[in-house]
């Protein structure tokens, strides 16, 4: 297996293992839980029994030690079959992340040791994309914290085991604060289940808490810092992972559109669409876009890793370019694909639906724009 993310060799063989489990059980499954709006229990079974959800984990309490690069290159695979899993996976991988970096022992052991998912509990009504900034209420009583919040759409809702979640802090100056939540706590309500347009199966829900109780030790960093566990583990997580979800999709949709035009033939004299250059010159200009964000996000990863002055601009353009660049190679794919692309069972119209969501998805395209235009003039991001 060729070994374009620069691996070490016991990344390459857990990435090797990624791969099986995305042709196993993930490709088989994408159809069903896109129509049925069903979250990946097999494939996250699978990961599990795999070890790949102590992917980033650290090795002192079990996990693989793998890193943001290793995460990106798993997503990015899981995304080539489904996007709902792969999406499901990468807020597991932002999640433990943070735990990894602020939760205590117990927290930690919970995902290397037994398995459990992670997801962000980020995005509330009162505050919609701009997530730094949450209007929760923490409130602290004793050795206990009680929250209280409106969330919307949370990724894994009801189905992962541990939030990562974000409030205003319980009594320091700042603007948030994080704790890590269980699923069961007494308190948190599901009010309805996700039916949109893509991204089905990746159980994204509003989750309303109401005097949720959970231990003070299982802040996620110190009261009222939340914004600087966003912005320094949060925001490069899961900028470049999306940036991955975003590549991998356009790879399965490519890869679909391909077979397509290969295969389909003119009955009178027997060519194949591909024969027409206008077709694969559409072909030839979504190869070259997807190898350009590949291109983007591989000098990302490094550009973080080496402590480059440019980390943070790529940071803020990963997400963006991914995004954007996705819809217009999903746009070629269908008009590649002409009216077999509005079927279902060549799969390019799911992959055109899923690709709808990255540049809506918290911080939207407009807003990271406006946040690079910043980081270019040399002005404060976020001031």
Not at 151 to 173: F, H, M, N, R
Not at 187 to 197: P, W
Not at 224 to 241: E, H, R, Y
Not at 326 to 347: F, Q
């Amino acid at each position: 297996m060729a070994n374009p993310w620069k691996l070490d060799a016991a990344g390459q063989a857990l990435l090797e293992k990624a791969d099986t489990v995305a042709r196993e059980v993930i490709a088989p499954a994408a159809k069903e839980l896109d129509e049925k709006a069903q979250f990946p229990k097999a494939a996250f079974k699978a990961m599990r029994d795999a070890g790949l959800l102590k992917l980033v984990s650290a090795k002192e309490v079990g996990g693989h030690g793998q890193g943001l690069r290793a995460a990106v290159a798993a997503c990015e695979r899981y995304a080539r079959e489904c996007a709902s899993t792969a999406m499901v996976a990468k807020m597991h991988h932002c999640g433990t992340a943070v735990i990894e970096a602020h939760g205590i022992p117990e927290l930690r052991k919970a995902i290397s040791e037994q398995g459990k998912v992670t997801t962000l509990a980020f995005s509330e009504y009162g505050s919609r994309s701009h997530f730094w900034i949450p209007t929760s209420s923490a409130t602290r009583a004793g050795d206990k914290v009680k929250l209280t919040a409106a969330k919307q759409l949370i990724t894994s809702a009801g189905e992962c085991d541990i939030y990562v979640w974000s409030s205003k802090p319980a009594a320091a100056e700042g603007l948030s604060s994080i704790w890590a939540v269980p699923v069961n706590a007494p308190g948190l309500k599901i009010n309805q289940s996700y039916g949109g347009l893509g991204l089905r199966g990746n159980a994204s829900s509003p989750i309303n808490a109401t005097d949720v109780e959970i231990p003070a030790s299982w802040a996620l960093g110190e009261d009222g810092k939340g914004f600087d566990v966003m912005m320094g583990i949060v925001m490069p997580w899961f900028s470049l992972q999306n940036c991955a979800v975003s590549v991998g999709m356009m790879e399965g949709a490519l890869a679909r559109t391909i077979k397509h035009v290969t295969n389909g033939k003119y009955a009178y004299n027997q060519t194949v669409i591909a024969d027409l250059p206008q077709v694969r010159g559409w072909l030839a200009r979504a190869r070259n876009k997807i190898d350009m964000v590949r291109g983007h996000l591989l000098d990302s990863l490094d550009a973080i890793e080496q402590g480059r002055e440019d980390a943070t601009l790529r940071v803020l353009q990963s997400k963006v370019i991914g995004a954007e660049t996705s819809l217009e190679v999903h746009d070629l794919c269908m008009r590649v694909n002409g009216g077999a692309g509005y079927r279902k069972d060549n799969e390019v119209e799911r992959f055109f639906r899923d690709s709808r969501a990255a540049s809506v998805m918290a911080p939207v395209s407009d807003a990271l724009y406006e946040f690079i235009g910043k980081a270019v003039c040399g002005m404060p991001v976020f001031g």
